[in-house]
């Protein structure tokens, strides 16, 4: 294979024809600058005899400029991205070489005129600073001309750091196919004003007349460090365009300088229903965290693998991942080695209904902390399979929970959901038969049971927006159960970082509950993916409305009726009131649960004895 040589012939060339340019432009500013201090008098100059002192010392003066220029590294610099950083060192350069050909001449006692060196410098310094300027001003012409033909015109929201950024990499980089046009900013003081020769055409208010005007196929959302609240604002209004929506990488990238065009993104739904970074207390998340032994069941599904991710960070002294579908599992596995490769990680497979299977694994691990994430989540799969949910939901949650305290764990906290609260579906009733669990665990045990519930998290698997995405890619139609009906969403990063704050924050017993903020309409959601896709709702792509599923709720409740909340440090996370209920009863009835369970008998009547907000629906 042939090996590149470092000083290949377009370097040696270029460095050659640089070093032919310089060596004209050092004579050349000697003489101008004689020139000018004789008032530009050719005559004047030359019986002033200075002409000669300069071509006695012209061939030292290459020379020694030359040999300076190399040290300055002037020759070693990517002009087609000359910047201050370049032109700062041809200034030092050009100081540098007027003071040894001061000293020179001097020593050689060499007539020139007093102000000779600081004219010659500042010659030199312009010629040289120009001519590698100018070999960039040309290169960006000759480069937007060939690709002019093909690009998209674009126009760009933000015309801070990150703005500049994106649009220098927009005009430099030959990979872009996009031409911005024109800016958007909200700063007044920056309207009418022109960012590299881009014109900022106003705020977001001028977002829609601008697109119409330029002819805009493209926005490149340029604000990241903006709040999710300011940014869906403007994407709102970006939408009406139906223009193709884009956003660039967070800002720790850019202060990096990691910001590429490959980077740049399409907006997806999670940017129109995001909202502020969650904060928490990372300290006091590690101080829990770090050196323990951690177990987290179902922790290759969307809520567990991402329990994984995070807790990982924080330095347990070993983290288990315990879930039955093996693909999972060696995904996060995969990830999780490559991520943190110093992790003292275990994967095992295995069933929380499995009670041998777990006393193995307590046997062997006894672990500190156990995230119990495990659990059959899909509503309408569960009315089909009522006694599956209970088997699994129900008694692999005791299964656990009763290792945790025969094996002496430090706390136990469950995953809920809000659909425990008033249920109208099986998976609701078997969460909410989970909470009790929990708590009638806690009264009994040295170990802290506590359990978090909350809503919808955005992407998880089986939500509605992996179905919407499938849905519009295959040409519709988008269907949507009910016009009317809401849920609460979160993502699942910003879940997992509240689940883990809240188990700081436990003491044993509690139902801490998520601020899931504002609710969220899913007709409106799905009309928003129809759109960020590039059609039109109900032209494009249909959106039909299917009727309420078995056991689904129009709107969904963090909160049973008169339980109430407590505030803890964080402004995201409550606690529930607790609801008194009898631990012995509970037993029993459970045991009834099991039976009726593992016979395959109908569980829901069983269910709603133990859990009497839920109604058993009419049609079963």
């Known amino acids: 294979m042939t090996q590149h040589k470092p000083w290949d012939r377009i370097k040696v060339t270029r460095i050659f024809l640089l070093l032919l340019l ?68 041809i200034a030092a350069a050009s100081i540098v070489a007027a003071a040894v050909k001061y000293v020179g001449m001097h020593l050689l006692a ?16 312009a010629f040289v600073g120009c001519s590698r300027l100018a070999y960039r001003y040309f290169r960006d ?75 805009i196929q493209e926005i490149v959302l340029a604000i990241p460090s903006a709040s999710s609240r300011q940014q869906r604002a403007i994407l709102s209004i970006c939408q009406k365009t139906k223009c193709t929506l884009r956003t660039l990488p967070a800002i720790y990238q850019l202060a990096n300088g990691e910001v590429s065009i490959q980077k740049i993104r399409n907006v997806e739904i999670e940017d129109l229903l995001g909202r502020d970074s969650v904060q928490v207390d990372l300290a006091g998340i590690g101080k829990h965290v770090a050196g323990k032994t951690i177990l987290v069941t179902g922790g290759g599904g969307s ?56 006393e193995d694994l307590f046997a062997r691990y006894h672990p500190d902390l156990i995230y119990h994430a495990a659990a059959h989540k899909h509503v309408p799969l569960m009315e089909d399979s009522p006694c599956e949910a209970v088997k699994n939901n129900i008694f692999g949650t005791l ?11 430090s706390r136990f906290l469950l995953i809920s959901s809000d659909k425990a609260v008033n249920p109208t579906n099986v998976m609701g009733a078997t ?18 049971y506590v359990a978090v519930r909350f809503g919808n998290v955005l992407g998880s698997n089986g939500s509605v927006i992996p179905l919407f995405k499938k849905q519009i890619a295959a040409g519709g139609p988008v269907t949507v159960t009910d016009p009317q009906i809401i849920r609460y969403f979160m993502t699942i990063p910003e879940a997992v970082s509240l689940v883990l704050q809240a188990g700081v924050y436990a003491k044993g017993g509690e139902i801490f509950i998520l601020d899931m903020g504002d609710p969220v309409r899913i007709d409106d959601l799905a009309r928003n993916m129809i759109r960020l896709s590039g059609f039109e709702p109900d032209v494009d792509i249909p959106i039909v409305y299917t009727g309420l599923r078995p056991g689904e709720k129009l709107f969904e409740e963090l909160l049973l009726s008169g339980e109430g909340m407590r505030k803890t440090q964080n402004d995201l996370i409550y606690i529930g009131k607790d609801q008194p209920f009898d631990g012995e009863k509970l037993e029993a009835q459970l045991q009834s649960l099991y039976q009726a369970a593992v016979q395959g008998r109908d569980v829901r009547d069983l269910l709603a004895q133990i859990v009497p907000e839920y109604r058993v629906p009419v049609h079963t």
Not at 79 to 84: D, F, I, L, N, S
Not at 180 to 205: F, M, N, W, Y
Not at 331 to 340: A, F, K, P
């Open 399 to 409: 299964n656990v929970a009763e290792m945790a305290d025969r094996y002496r764990a």
């Open 110 to 125: 060499l007539p020139t005129p007093k102000s000779f060196p600081v004219l010659n410098c500042m010659f030199l310094m």
């Open 141 to 215: 012409i000759l480069h937007r001309s060939r690709k002019s033909g093909a690009q998209k015109r674009t126009m760009l929201i933000g015309a801070g750091d990150a703005g500049a950024i994106a649009l220098l990499e927009f005009q430099n980089s030959q990979h872009s196919s996009n031409q911005v046009v024109c800016i958007i900013d909200d700063a007044s003081r920056k309207r009418g004003q022109l960012l590299r020769g881009v014109p900022i055409v106003g705020g977001r208010e001028s977002i829609l007349a601008a697109a119409e005007k330029y002819r």
């Open 431 to 448: 969460k909410r038969v989970c909470e009790m669990i929990i708590q009638m665990m806690d009264g009994r045990s040295k170990t802290e």
């Open 303 to 358: 809520i567990g693998s991402e329990l994984c991710r995070q807790l990982a960070t924080f330095g347990p002294a070993q983290l288990i991942l315990f879930d039955i579908y093996e693909n999972n599992a060696y995904d996060i596995q995969q990830e999780l080695r490559r991520t943190y490769p110093n992790l003292n990680l275990t994967v095992l497979i295995g069933s929380v209904r499995d009670r041998e299977r777990l």
């Open 22 to 89: 310089d060596i004209l432009l050092i004579n050349l500013s000697s003489f101008l600058a004689l020139f000018t201090r004789m008032e530009l008098d050719l005559t004047a100059l030359l019986e002033s005899g200075f002409l000669d002192s300069i071509y006695r010392y012209a061939l030292m003066d290459t020379v020694c400029t030359i040999l300076i220029f190399w040290f300055f590294r002037l020759y070693n610099s990517l002009w087609a991205y000359a910047g201050t950083n370049e032109l700062t060192r």
